[in-house]
């Protein structure tokens, strides 16, 4: 699912990082890709939409940002979201690195439906 992209004519790299980075944090976060490709990245691909939009930049990339859900996640609705308070959320799994691991048994990871922002309950 694109949701946000840019076409840059004849950038330079570091206008490109930024870009990325402008893109990034558009984003919600969490299960997020954003990639440049220009037209190195298109050879021995086949997607004749994807030629045109580069090819559009003359010799410049587009940066395309896209976020994604994980397969088998689950709606809960007893969560409270830290960040916005939505009480809309996916169950992501078993708690991460950041709960302690004698709680982390009792504890799992979930993302806000809205924001989303992950954390630990
Ligand atoms: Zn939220």
Not at 37 to 44: M, P, Q, T, V
Not at 71 to 95: F, H, I, K, M, W
Request: net charge negative; proline share 5%; hydrophobic share 35%.
């Amino acid at each position: 699912m694109p949701v946000a992209g840019r076409a840059l004519r004849n950038s330079p790299d570091d206008v490109v990082a930024l870009t990325e980075q402008q893109v990034r944090d558009r984003l919600p976060k969490g299960e997020q890709l954003v990639i440049s490709i220009g037209r190195d990245d298109l050879a021995g691909h086949d997607d004749d939409e994807l030629t045109r939009l580069v090819e559009s930049t003359d010799g410049g990339v587009i940066v395309v940002g896209v976020t994604y859900d994980r397969q088998n996640s689950v709606r809960v609705y007893d969560q409270s979201c830290p960040e916005c308070g939505s009480s809309t959320a996916t169950l992501l799994g078993p708690a991460d690195q950041h709960v302690a691991p004698e709680f982390r048994s009792q504890a799992n990871l979930y993302q806000c439906a809205e924001c989303g922002t992950a954390w630990d309950a």
